[in-house]
């Protein structure tokens, strides 16, 4: 499995650790991004550093141009929503609108809200997503949005 990590790193003891299997972003499963990066040419634990440029340029272009055919969904629950997000405490709830900041409105996976899959989150942000839009135009229908700072 190729490997990317500083050659700096040192252990507790002060000695240089070997470098760590990571991937450059989390999107990418180890799995692929192992392949992809063997298949461009990365040799079994060679780092980012000691990478060429023209190397580095070939996995670019692969994870550019690597077309994935979905064939369906997980079969581990992958597909849950991401949590999180603004609290709901600094919501004006009828309207969206930040309690915090006049103007700013939220919806969707924006807000702090976990749904269990099958519908739950596509209502959840399409209602909040309907509810913020009008509240927002209509703030900028009145004299109130004039004297907002941008």
């Known amino acids: 499995l190729p490997v990317f990590a500083d050659d ?6 002060g000695s240089k650790s070997q470098a760590k299997t990571t991937t450059a972003t989390s999107a990418i499963p180890k799995r692929l991004w192992a392949a992809m990066a ?24 692969q994870i550019n141009e690597c077309d994935v055919e979905i064939t369906g969904k997980g079969t581990f629950k992958e597909e849950f929503v991401t949590a999180g997000g603004v609290s709901l405490k600094e919501i ?27 519908g739950y989150n596509f209502l959840n942000c399409w209602s909040t997503g309907f509810v913020a839009g009008n509240s927002a135009a209509n703030l900028c229908a009145t004299d109130e949005a004039i004297g907002m700072k941008p």
């Open 8 to 13: 700096d790193d040192d252990d507790h003891n």
């Open 92 to 118: 004006d709830m009828t309207t969206m609108q930040s309690k915090k900041c006049p103007g700013l409105f939220f919806c969707g996976e924006l807000i702090n809200v976990d749904g269990v899959t099958g």
């Open 38 to 61: 063997e298949r461009a040419g990365f040799e079994e634990g060679q780092t980012w550093g000691r990478a060429s440029k023209k190397l580095v340029r070939k996995l670019a272009m």
